[in-house]
């Protein structure tokens, strides 16, 4: 994404381009240098609040719903399964083919009593009812007969018989001669013969149903986002058209990427920052992390039993997205510190790597300009350290290291003291 300040026709590219400001006065984007400084932060009409870094806000919206995007799948996926299962009609056995999704109903047979049964598992829940990870049986419905696994198993509904090693929880297992209904894949042996491969299992074709609170949490999460999304379009839609006539025509000012700082001055180290390049490669790395992230919770939710296995995957989907969102934003709003500052005899030199930075900051501020620099307590978290130029401009001087804020203050204050014995020298003579 790029996009050009209307003004002074700086193409900003990337995450830059979200920082853009829409001015309500001339009814286009700027950028924050012209805003401050061309646009007087609202052309003096105190229209600040009513201007806002819309673009930006596109970008969080952008966030909240790939953020909410994966929970909704997940969601998505136990609500569909269910429903599917509710309302697949049944394929007789003898018709089942390779590769089919089908819902089977009928009668398990096996020589062994017990054919799916489970344990109990002490939780910090109390004790719960835990189905094993396999099992295998034949099913039959009178006209044919399928091998069924359960080593793929999603969700198992309470069986008829109560289980003989069930004695703190309502353990159930299936037997022999149970009436059951099955949806699953079918898949082959190498011999050719066809497996079933249970994904649901249960009595009842009615039980498990999709739980009403699955339904309203989807509407909940992603009811709000339609609206949103409806508005941000309308919003974006006017604002571009106006911006592209203002800037119709211009060739956009490309930034310039390889420039030198003044060698002559000498530098000091200011706080560490990212540049453009990491800025790259940090943002590649996270849409890959991400889009596996995304990969993996799908692949697991396919794999998986649905009970036991959800919470995990909420964990490892959720804690992902954190690490995921975190870097996201220091890359987005954390780039703007100047990596070197240097004192000359004209004023404050500040040199910042990122050449979008460079554009959208002062680089050089004159001593006489500097009217006071001051330490600013405006409640619990906003002290801050603040320099106040006689134009009446302000800069917070929190981009610097502690050093260098203590360098600039002695160095200021040495050249006012100096200037006013120089002033009483010339009154006194
Ligand atoms: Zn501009
Ligand atoms: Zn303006």
Redesign the pocket.
């Known amino acids: 994404m790029a996009q050009v300040c209307a ?1 002074c026709h700086t193409e900003f590219r990337g995450a830059y381009a979200f920082g853009l400001y829409w ?4 009814r ?1 984007f ?1 950028c924050r240098r ?2 401050e400084e ?3 932060e ?2 003096g009409s105190g229209a600040k609040n009513l201007s806002f870094r819309g673009i930006s806000a596109l970008g969080f919206l952008v966030m909240v719903t790939v953020v909410a995007a994966p929970w909704a799948g997940m969601v998505a996926y136990d609500y569909s399964t269910l429903k599917e299962w509710n309302a697949a009609p049944i394929v007789p056995v003898g018709e089942l083919r390779l590769g089919q999704i089908a819902k089977v109903a009928g009668v398990i047979v096996s020589n062994s009593s017990i054919v799916f049964g489970g344990r109990e598992v002490d939780t910090d829940g109390g004790w719960v009812w835990s189905w094993d990870a396999t099992g295998s049986f034949a099913v039959t419905d009178g006209a044919g007969t399928v091998f069924a696994t359960m080593e793929r198993w999603w969700e198992v509904g309470p069986g008829l018989h109560p289980a003989p090693n069930a004695v703190r929880t309502s353990g159930t297992v299936y037997m022999s001669g149970d009436r059951v209904y099955m949806i699953g894949n079918v898949a082959s042996r190498a011999d050719g013969t066809l497996v079933f491969f249970v994904r649901i299992l249960s009595p009842s074709p009615a039980d498990p149903a999709p739980p009403p609170i699955l339904l309203a949490f989807i509407a909940l999460l992603v009811g709000p986002l339609i609206p949103l999304w409806l508005w941000a379009g309308v919003w974006w839609h006017g604002r571009a058209v106006l911006h592209r006539r203002a800037v119709n025509g211009i060739p956009p000012v490309r930034i310039l990427e390889g420039a030198y700082r003044d060698p002559s001055l000498s530098w000091r180290p200011n706080r560490k920052s990212i540049s453009v390049r990491q800025r790259r490669y940090v943002t590649i790395v996270l849409v890959a992390i991400f889009a596996a992230l995304v990969y993996l919770t799908t692949f697991l939710l396919n794999l998986h039993e649905r009970s036991d296995e959800v919470a995990p995957i909420l964990v490892i989907s959720f804690g992902g997205l954190m690490l995921v969102v975190l870097p996201v934003l220091w890359v987005l709003y954390g780039g703007g510190l100047p990596a070197a500052v240097a004192f000359s005899e004209r004023g404050f030199h500040l040199w910042y790597d990122n050449p979008y930075e460079r554009q959208l900051n002062d680089d050089f501020i004159p001593w006489a300009q500097i009217a006071k620099i001051e330490f600013r307590d405006a409640g619990r978290y906003e002290k801050y350290w603040y320099l106040e130029r006689t134009t009446g401009e302000g800069e917070d001087l929190d981009k610097l290291s502690a050093e260098n804020l203590r360098a600039l203050t002695a160095e200021w204050k040495r050249r006012t003291e100096h200037d006013l014995q120089g002033g009483q020298a010339a009154v006194d003579a």
């Open positions: 003004r001015c309500t006065v001339d286009f700027v012209c805003w061309r646009c007087g609202g052309h």
